[in-house]
């Protein structure tokens, strides 16, 4: 069985959640297999281009692949987390989202001058919390070695907003 049907059997559909007409991308039954998530884990680790430094997740399905690619990658990891959770100083970056906006965070002494950062998530929808990061990593000094998501949802055109990025998505929707 190949990575993409592997992905496509565990992750369930969950329809009208959170809201009525959204298709919700449940990957619990991914994290609970062993051998997908080890799978998934690796693919996401293969996929990254040259040195990586550190890893970023983004809250917080993000942490749960990050951690592990940081792991394999032989690199640090840092949580970009939401508003307000994070205790020391941080940079921030506000984005819309359907109905409404988010801001996310990020300790300013996160990143070293030059690091080279892989920024991990589960789906790449329209791509705002994405750009965020990336915008994030950038003001603290460090480069944006590329995205790597689980899942790419393509109707929502997010990998348009990062143009000038490498993205990696194990399934593509």
């Known amino acids: 069985m190949s990575l993409q ?20 991308k449940d990957i619990t039954p991914l994290l609970a297999d062993h051998d997908g998530f080890r799978a998934v884990v690796a693919a996401i680790a293969d996929h990254a281009h040259g040195r990586i430094d ?19 990658l032989g690199a640090g990891f840092v949580p970009v987390r939401k508003s307000g959770k994070l205790p020391s100083e941080t940079f921030a970056a506000t984005y819309d989202l359907e ?54 949802l393509s109707f929502l055109n997010g990998r348009d907003r990062l143009k000038d990025l490498p993205i990696e998505s194990l399934v593509t929707v």
């Open 54 to 72: 550190k890893v970023v997740g983004l809250e917080a399905r993000g942490f749960i692949f990050a951690t592990p690619v940081a792991l394999a």
């Open 99 to 152: 109905y409404g906006t988010a801001t996310i965070e990020v300790h300013r002494d996160a990143f070293a001058p030059g690091e080279r950062v892989l920024i991990v998530d589960d789906v790449l929808a329209t791509g705002g919390t994405a750009e965020a990061a990336v915008s994030l990593v950038r003001r603290a000094g460090a480069e944006v070695a590329g995205l790597s998501v689980l899942m790419e």
């Open 5 to 24: 049907q592997l992905i496509n059997e565990l992750v369930r559909d969950v329809p009208d959640y959170p809201k009525p007409g959204v298709m919700f």
